[in-house]
């Protein structure tokens, strides 16, 4: 049961590249989310998911853009990279069941460390 | 809106010793609330939650946490650290009234000095 699988670990971009992150769950998690995780700052929410075809911004959304084609894949996509896009990045998958979510936590990804210069 | 205080950046113990970790939060509804760890260049893993029912709930690796009312907090706790223990703790609330998502807190570093 590998969970929620995160590509690449590490990678360096320059100003004005861009570059797509790629989360895979094999869960069948309905929701999935994209954190970013800036030192002293905890986890801000860029965008999630709540099943395929239906995505919503998060908190701080700008310069990201995201697709949820399949219930298992959630590619967050950098468009023009910016140094204050240099952060660790987290995927996380739930499940939710209708209106009323039993909710049994998120389930992270391993993270991908973005460094743009 | 919901938030999360996680008062300490640091928290160190001896091993062997009782550790508290504190998290406090707000939200307009029912709180969820749950307690991550994050170990170095790892993803965060789930510790345990409080949804509804008894005030202490345990978790994982000896853990627990004691969801308090009047106080909205919701303080980790564990009799005995281990130096294995030490890591990033965030605390995370969501509103069970609404929404799905959850609020982090900034974490709180804790080392366990053997």
């Known amino acids: 049961n590998a969970g929620v699988t995160q590509t690449p670990k590490f990678r360096i971009l320059k100003i004005g590249q861009s570059m797509t992150l790629q989360c895979t769950q094999d869960?069948?998690?309905?929701?999935m989310y994209w954190y970013r995780q800036d030192p002293g700052m905890g986890l801000k929410l860029i965008y999630y998911?709540?099943?395929?075809?239906?995505?919503d911004k998060g908190e701080v959304p700008n310069g990201y853009n995201v697709s949820r084609s399949t219930t298992e894949d959630f590619p967050l996509r950098l468009e023009l990279a910016a140094p204050s896009q240099t952060s660790v990045y987290f995927c996380?998958?739930?499940?939710?069941?209708?209106?009323?979510?039993?909710?049994?936590?998120?389930?992270f990804g391993s993270g991908t460390r973005l460094t743009v210069v | 809106a919901q938030s999360v205080a996680q008062p300490e950046d640091q928290v160190n113990v001896a091993e062997g010793n009782p550790l508290t970790v504190k998290c406090t939060y707000s939200?307009?509804?029912?709180?969820?609330l749950f307690w991550y760890v994050q170990y170095p260049n790892r993803g965060l893993q789930f510790l345990l939650k409080?949804?509804?029912?008894?005030?202490l709930v345990k978790g994982s690796y000896g853990f627990e946490a004691e969801f308090n009312k009047s106080q909205t907090s919701f303080h980790l706790k564990k009799p005995s650290a281990l130096v294995s223990d030490s890591a990033l703790y965030f605390c995370?609330?969501?509103?069970?009234?609404?929404?799905?998502?959850?609020?982090f807190g900034p974490g709180t570093r804790l080392s366990v000095l053997p």
């Open positions: 996380a998958s739930s499940y939710g069941v209708g209106t009323d979510i039993l909710f049994y936590g998120y389930t």
């Open positions: 869960m069948n998690h309905n929701y």
């Open positions: 998911s709540v099943g395929a075809g239906i995505t």
């Open positions: 939200v307009s509804g029912n709180p969820y």
């Open positions: 409080y949804i509804t029912g008894d005030n």
């Open positions: 995370a609330v969501r509103d069970g009234n609404y929404g799905q998502n959850f609020v």
